[in-house]
């Protein structure tokens, strides 16, 4: 059975840092693309991150990049996105998911497994 749990989340003054992690279980995490998700207040759930089997490519939204960044460890079936200099537009409730394959996909209807979420909220 496949489980991401995602933990991490916060209040955080504007400027602030935080580190999500997601731990995956269930599946062989190193043969899988893993992902970060958000859902803001009133917003339909955005990519915002991810990171292929290897670790060796990452992906960002326009809006995060420079700020975030993803990273992963196969032996922990462990997924991480440290997110800097976070802004009030940051705050939203983030998701850990994956889909089938090793492909990026920005679509949050492509992946079919999902965390219980973890809210953020940075306040201004």
């Known amino acids: 059975q496949v489980q991401l749990l995602e933990s991490g989340g916060g209040l955080v003054q504007a400027g602030g840092s935080l580190r999500l992690s997601c731990v995956a279980s269930g599946f062989t995490f190193n043969s899988y693309l893993t992902a970060w998700f958000r859902q803001g207040p009133g917003k339909e759930r955005e990519f915002v991150a991810a990171i292929n089997w290897s670790g060796r490519i990452r992906y960002y939204a326009d809006s995060v990049k420079d700020r975030f960044t993803i990273s992963k460890d196969n032996f922990k079936a462990t997924t991480a996105l440290q997110m800097n200099n976070l802004k009030p537009e940051d705050t939203a409730v983030y998701y850990c998911?994956?889909?089938?394959?090793?492909?990026?996909?920005?679509?949050?209807?492509?992946?079919?497994?999902w965390g219980q979420g973890t809210q953020v909220t940075v306040s201004s």
């Open positions: 998911a994956r889909r089938p394959g090793d492909s990026l996909s920005r679509l949050s209807n492509e992946y079919n497994y």
